[in-house]
């Protein structure tokens, strides 16, 4: 019977990051076998999925709610199969709500439980720290910050390195002449980038109000938009760009977003940090239902919410490297009049780009995907 090894990424990032450890796996072992959750990525090497990633696209706590009765279904299903599988070990990659669920099932077991991409403690749910020490064998964090936080709260975390830095090594982009070439459009355009994340709950709340702010540019400048799409969602997530066919919008890649645009408008998330290390101007859009942003107010420590300001600027620091517009800010409008200074004053675009490529400059090189492989294969 071969070995097995259990895996969680709930989201498109932790498929991608995921997918990074377990091909490094697989070359050196493979004669594992691994099931659980994941994306395109994780199938893509031939793992067992029970659910895919584009079903867990669930954020804020009241889609929780409604979601309720399908989480107990996936989480019931997940344990039946981790009873007839019997992995060896189980790797949690960030998604802490239903990973610290199963991270407490598996320590019962006695499995070991690796978990990837720690929560994000640190800015909210510090009491997660708790069931992190109780149930986590070995907590594997991407900061080096979070090594600190976590000796505070009695735990050794292992600093292994960011799998976005990784991830770009391996990109290989066309110059923005052939870029242009490709599709048609003229080199005096300005170029914005439009990344509305990869929830569709996210999307729904933010989307609409870039491409409102999106009208407003395209009627003072000649704009292209780059749209990067989430791959795990269907065309219906995305009907609202039927309402905008009077602007020009080029559907690619979202490194390619970063690589061309002068400007990104970005959902927080991953993204703000893989635009840092492209060094390309940003703003910062979050947006939630009203009750959940309430919530979040009581439950969020930090004065930034980006990781592009988290890493440019401390975690605990008020300043700001690009904008950060929030809820009642994250409108249409003033997305348009914080883009318009950036796109007016080539000074302010400029130093924006310096910081955060001196942020980019001083984060590790180190490879994740084959640091986590080769933790993993010590249980086995």
């Given at each position: 019977m071969p070995k097995m090894l259990f895996v969680l990424a709930g989201e498109v990032s932790g498929d991608m990051h995921a997918a990074g450890v377990i091909a490094e796996l697989l070359k050196a072992r493979p004669d594992i076998r691994v099931f659980g959750i994941?994306?395109?990525k994780l199938r893509a090497l031939g793992v067992d999925l029970i659910y895919d990633t584009a079903q867990m696209s669930i954020m804020g706590i009241f889609d929780v709610l409604k979601q309720a009765e399908f989480l107990r279904r996936v989480i019931r299903d997940l344990k039946e199969a981790v009873l007839r599988q019997k992995p060896y070990a189980a790797l949690l990659v960030d998604y802490p709500g239903m990973n610290l669920i199963m991270a407490r099932f598996f320590h019962k077991l006695g499995i070991p439980v690796i978990y990837y991409i720690s929560p994000q403690v640190w800015a909210w749910k510090e009491g997660r720290v708790k069931a992190i020490r109780s149930h986590v064998d070995r907590l594997l964090v991407i900061f080096d910050f979070e090594v600190e936080f976590f000796r505070r709260h009695g735990m050794n975390a292992e600093f292994v390195g960011h799998p976005v830095i990784e991830e770009l090594a391996e990109v290989a982009l066309p110059s923005r002449d052939l870029f242009i070439n490709k599709h048609a459009l003229?080199?005096?355009?300005?170029?914005?980038?439009?990344?509305?994340?990869?929830?569709?709950?996210?999307i729904g709340h933010i989307l609409p109000?870039?491409?409102?702010a999106a009208r407003l540019l395209s009627r003072e400048y000649s704009t292209v938009f780059l749209f990067g799409r989430a791959p795990n969602l269907d065309e219906e997530v995305y009907r609202v760009l039927s309402e905008y066919r009077d602007l020009s919008i080029i559907e690619?890649?979202?490194?390619?977003v970063m690589q061309y645009s002068e400007l990104v408008l970005v959902t927080s998330g991953t993204a703000t940090f893989e635009s840092?290390?492209?060094g390309v101007p940003m703003i910062v859009v979050y947006k939630t239902g009203t009750l959940n942003y309430l919530i979040g107010l009581l439950l969020v420590k930090l004065k930034n919410i980006s990781l592009a300001n988290i890493v440019a600027k401390g975690l605990m620091s008020g300043d700001r490297a690009v904008p950060e517009l929030i809820q009642y800010e994250a409108n249409g409008?003033?997305?348009y009049r914080h883009a318009r200074v950036i796109l007016e004053d080539p000074n302010v675009a400029k130093a924006m780009r310096l910081e955060l490529l001196a942020a980019?400059?001083?984060?590790?090189?180190?490879?994740p995907s084959h640091r986590v492989a080769s933790i993993l294969q010590e249980y086995f």
């Amino acid at each position: 019977m071969p070995k097995m090894l259990f895996v969680l990424a709930g989201e498109v990032s932790g498929d991608m990051h995921a997918a990074g450890v377990i091909a490094e796996l697989l070359k050196a072992r493979p004669d594992i076998r691994v099931f659980g959750i994941g994306g395109q990525k994780l199938r893509a090497l031939g793992v067992d999925l029970i659910y895919d990633t584009a079903q867990m696209s669930i954020m804020g706590i009241f889609d929780v709610l409604k979601q309720a009765e399908f989480l107990r279904r996936v989480i019931r299903d997940l344990k039946e199969a981790v009873l007839r599988q019997k992995p060896y070990a189980a790797l949690l990659v960030d998604y802490p709500g239903m990973n610290l669920i199963m991270a407490r099932f598996f320590h019962k077991l006695g499995i070991p439980v690796i978990y990837y991409i720690s929560p994000q403690v640190w800015a909210w749910k510090e009491g997660r720290v708790k069931a992190i020490r109780s149930h986590v064998d070995r907590l594997l964090v991407i900061f080096d910050f979070e090594v600190e936080f976590f000796r505070r709260h009695g735990m050794n975390a292992e600093f292994v390195g960011h799998p976005v830095i990784e991830e770009l090594a391996e990109v290989a982009l066309p110059s923005r002449d052939l870029f242009i070439n490709k599709h048609a459009l003229s080199p005096d355009s300005k170029f914005i980038g439009l990344l509305p994340g990869s929830r569709k709950q996210e999307i729904g709340h933010i989307l609409p109000e870039m491409l409102k702010a999106a009208r407003l540019l395209s009627r003072e400048y000649s704009t292209v938009f780059l749209f990067g799409r989430a791959p795990n969602l269907d065309e219906e997530v995305y009907r609202v760009l039927s309402e905008y066919r009077d602007l020009s919008i080029i559907e690619c890649s979202a490194y390619e977003v970063m690589q061309y645009s002068e400007l990104v408008l970005v959902t927080s998330g991953t993204a703000t940090f893989e635009s840092l290390c492209f060094g390309v101007p940003m703003i910062v859009v979050y947006k939630t239902g009203t009750l959940n942003y309430l919530i979040g107010l009581l439950l969020v420590k930090l004065k930034n919410i980006s990781l592009a300001n988290i890493v440019a600027k401390g975690l605990m620091s008020g300043d700001r490297a690009v904008p950060e517009l929030i809820q009642y800010e994250a409108n249409g409008v003033e997305i348009y009049r914080h883009a318009r200074v950036i796109l007016e004053d080539p000074n302010v675009a400029k130093a924006m780009r310096l910081e955060l490529l001196a942020a980019r400059a001083k984060l590790s090189e180190i490879s994740p995907s084959h640091r986590v492989a080769s933790i993993l294969q010590e249980y086995f």
